[in-house]
């Protein structure tokens, strides 16, 4: 099955700073890449995807890119604010007829220093 | 819309009981399905359904049963609950059992077994 790998598990940037997040993932046939937000106690928020005939997407501060060859995505954060601060999950899927399966990698503690 | 319901938000359990977690949506979603979030695991796959009457394994299935009578409706059954099940666990759904989209995900419920 899928394997996704997540790093770093946690990071800390300046208010103001960017953030980056990188993944891989290993069954080259997986077609979308979402991105999860979890604020501390809080339930998994989608925060930006992208399907593999794209390279990258943006939506305002958070952007993300993908390297099918290489077999990894990344998020990126500019002008990070507090209210970035939470738990990040990149994750991959196929089309499989109705079976996808989605595979979460194992997060990334983002904390925003003031 | 409620989005995902999920009940009971906290459950504490001595080894070898049974409980059924509930989850509803009343969006209409074809495919619904059940994680559970572990420090440092990420969220991982127990069950997954695509609609009424069909139900399938995830990535950690076993000691848990499911099942789909309706398209709204989709409970997690523990038949002899053990340690190793202490996690939050999250009901989420989607649209189309068939689009790899944004998944809507319940509040938790967080299971403690003694």
């Known amino acids: 099955g899928e394997n996704v790998e997540q790093h770093p598990s946690t990071l800390s940037v300046q208010e103001g700073d960017s953030a980056v997040i990188k993944c891989t993932y290993s069954d080259s046939a997986s077609n979308y890449f979402p991105w999860y937000k979890q604020e501390l106690g809080k339930r998994p928020q989608l925060i930006i995807d992208?399907?593999?005939?794209?390279g990258e997407k943006k939506d305002q501060r958070i952007a993300v890119t993908l390297n099918k060859t290489a077999k990894h995505f990344s998020l990126h954060i500019t002008e990070t604010q507090p209210e970035d601060s939470a738990v990040y999950f990149c994750?991959?899927?196929?089309?499989?007829?109705?079976?996808?399966?989605?595979?979460f990698g194992t997060g990334t503690r983002l904390t925003i220093i003031p | 819309n409620a989005g995902v319901t999920q009940t009971p938000k906290f459950q504490v359990l001595k080894t070898g009981q049974s409980m059924t977690l509930q989850c509803a949506q009343d969006?209409?979603?074809?495919?619904m399905s059940w994680y559970r979030q572990d420090p440092g695991m990420g969220l991982r796959l127990i069950h997954y359904s695509v609609g009424a009457g069909i139900t399938d394994q995830g990535e950690v299935p076993n000691g848990y049963n499911v099942s789909r009578s309706t398209t709204e409706d989709f409970p997690l059954r523990l038949l002899s609950a053990a340690p190793s099940q202490t996690s939050v666990y999250f009901c989420?759904?989607?649209?189309?059992?068939?689009?790899?989209?944004?998944?809507?995900f319940g509040e938790g419920s967080r299971l403690t077994v003694l």
């Open positions: 994750a991959a899927s196929k089309s499989n007829f109705g079976n996808e399966k989605l595979t």
């Open positions: 989420a759904s989607r649209i189309h059992r068939g689009d790899p989209g944004e998944l809507f």
């Open positions: 992208i399907r593999s005939n794209v």
């Open positions: 969006m209409n979603h074809e495919y």
